[in-house]
């Protein structure tokens, strides 16, 4: 019997990572398992391993250079395609626990200490638990629990590029890239569509 079609992506459940994969996973319809997992690299042996298929990571998580080349060079995997998403609305307030990858999303200067966190969730549970005072997370966690948290800044949402990775190399040493993307339509015709859109 062989198992279902398995992606890997950050945990715990309620990242940002799970969100925009399942979105993904819906996207293409595809009738997938989804696995969370704590660590980039342990995915990346998983695979290799033949534990399961494919990767999600957002292209500004601080280990994606790392997992791109050890992907690559030590276990064969490679970036197999890439989309545009955005995540969970974000909000801080004053000593700031936050994903080193959202440290760009505001401007955090008037929080003069940074406590790095593996994930927005993670800082979640320690808000709860009392291990932070503040941090970043997402208005989810903060609409579900109005007695216990509060919102001092409110970010919105930021559109990431994402990275699937897996084992079959789609690139022969060419570019790859979708021709008719919208971003695509806009270079090539962006003028004509902005005096379209204004008229």
Excluded at 22 to 32: E, N, P, Q, V, W
Excluded at 78 to 91: N, R, T
Excluded at 115 to 132: C, H, K, N, Q, W
Aim: proline fraction near 6%; include cysteine; charged fraction near 25%.
């Amino acid at each position: 019997m062989t198992r279902p079609l398995t992606f890997l992506t950050l945990g715990p459940s309620g990242t940002n990572h799970e969100l925009v994969t399942r979105r993904y996973l819906d996207f293409h319809g595809l009738d997938a398992k989804v696995l969370l997992i704590e660590d980039f690299f342990e995915g990346l042996t998983m695979i290799d391993r033949g534990e399961a298929d494919h990767l999600i990571q957002v292209a500004v998580h601080p280990d994606c250079a790392d997992v791109v080349a050890r992907g690559h060079f030590e276990h064969g995997i490679h970036i197999m395609d890439a989309f545009i998403s955005p995540s969970k609305e974000l909000e801080f307030p004053r000593i700031l626990a936050l994903q080193p990858a959202t440290r760009g999303y505001a401007d955090i200067s008037a929080w003069p200490e940074h406590i790095p966190v593996s994930s927005i969730m993670r800082i979640a549970e320690g808000l709860f638990d009392g291990t932070y005072d503040s941090g970043l997370t997402t208005m989810k966690v903060v609409e579900a629990n109005p007695d216990l948290l509060r919102v001092d800044v409110r970010i919105g949402t930021v559109d990431d590029a994402w990275l699937v990775f897996g084992k079959t190399r789609v690139s022969d040493g060419n570019l790859v890239a979708w021709p008719t993307s919208p971003g695509a339509k806009l270079l090539r015709h962006g003028n004509e569509i902005m005096e379209k859109v204004e008229n």
